[in-house]
């Protein structure tokens, strides 16, 4: 009996609570791009500047959908796929998105690589009959993986027959740091959006109170690990209770180890990284994942970039960076789970 299990994203669903400045005017909008429900909402001194704003954030979410969804035929990432060893011209946006997917890749030791799409595909996470592929059947795909082989030429890009990019682990938090650019524009000063698991705080509260973000508890989605207290932030969520299905008693999910090709399996159940570029937070909280506990730590400890994380493991510990400690707030739990703050010394 096989079941398929399509959550909406809620993870780190934000907790507003609002109490707002009597002069802020909300806007907020409901959208559905990249697979996924999305909440926006933005504060303005008025009606008119919210109004604007919220329509040029959801203008740019629809862009970037039909710019990057490997599904969309029509998209720069569909023409990228077809390439088969021929140079495909790609825009400065799509290309320099793809050698930064790329150089996470480099960084992690592998843990993030966007060409897992033959693998994605064999899976089929989003379609109506996800399958376990057998080890003969990945064993062959993974021949095809491996983005150092990635061949960027000057607005070109070629991929080798057989390979295909998928930008699923990185396109949102992207999406993140292009709606934080559009606020700016906007001249819109407080603002918060939810793409998925990707969470984007603008300044404070309209009342100047920092934002609540709460972090869903991987076993038990709709319950909170805790609440984090965050202003101009990025809280990115990876777990593999966010998309799977189940055949035969055993869970199978959508992130996936570029090494085996196979269902990540850790040990850890959810990784979030809270830091200022969501681009980098969503590529590093996929690695993190993929890593486990032991890789993960290390990495934070030595990665050129400060950041933070939350590290929910099988056994129900959740390990959380020293950085968090005056930010986050467990009394919201409704499970009963061991908090372990980690540091660098
Ligand atoms: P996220 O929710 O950001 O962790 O991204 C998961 C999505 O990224 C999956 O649905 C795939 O589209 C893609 N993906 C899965 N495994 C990996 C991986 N190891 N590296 C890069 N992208 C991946
Ligand atoms: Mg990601």
Excluded at 173 to 196: C, H, K, P
Excluded at 270 to 279: H, Q, R
Excluded at 303 to 330: A, N, Q, S
Aim: charged share 25%.
């Amino acid at each position: 009996m096989k079941k398929w299990f399509f959550l909406p994203l809620l993870c780190a669903a934000l907790l507003c609570g609002c109490v707002r400045e009597p002069s802020a005017q909300e806007r907020s909008a409901q959208v559905f791009a990249m697979d996924t429900m999305m909440d926006i909402t933005v504060y303005a001194d008025d009606a008119a500047a919210a109004e604007s704003a919220l329509s040029a954030a959801e203008a740019e979410i629809h862009r970037l959908d039909g710019l990057l969804s490997r599904h969309d035929e029509a998209s720069a990432v569909a023409a990228v796929n077809a390439s088969s060893g021929a140079p495909v011209a790609v825009d400065e946006e799509v290309l320099s998105l793809l050698e930064t997917a790329v150089s996470y890749s480099a960084q992690t030791g592998d843990a993030f690589d966007i060409t897992v799409a033959p693998i994605m595909d064999a899976w089929n996470f989003t379609g109506d009959a996800p399958r376990v592929p057998s080890r003969e059947e990945l064993d062959a795909l993974l021949v095809h993986v491996g983005d150092e082989r990635i061949v960027f030429g000057d607005g070109t890009v070629t991929l080798e027959p057989g390979m295909a990019v998928d930008l699923g682990g990185i396109a949102k938090g992207y999406a993140s740091d292009r709606l934080a650019a559009v606020f700016e524009e906007q001249g819109i000063d407080s603002a918060m959006v939810s793409l998925g698991g990707n969470v984007y705080v603008r300044g404070a509260k309209p009342d100047g109170s920092p934002w609540r973000v709460a972090v869903e508890d991987p076993n038990d989605p709709g319950a909170y690990l805790g609440v984090l207290s965050l202003t101009d932030a990025y809280a990115i969520t990876s777990g593999g209770y966010q998309r799977y299905f189940e055949q035969d008693g055993v869970v199978y999910y959508h992130i996936i180890d570029p090494k085996t090709g196979d269902v990540a399996r850790s040990g850890l159940t959810s990784a979030t990284v809270i830091c200022t570029n969501g681009t980098m937070g969503d590529a590093l909280s996929t690695a993190l994942f993929v890593m486990g506990y032991d890789r993960a730590v290390e990495f934070w400890k030595t990665y050129e970039t400060d950041f933070d994380m939350i590290l929910m493991d099988e056994d129900g510990t959740v390990y959380l960076t020293e950085g968090l400690k005056d930010r986050f707030d467990p009394s919201a739990a409704e499970h009963d789970y061991e908090y372990v703050y980690l540091s660098k010394n």
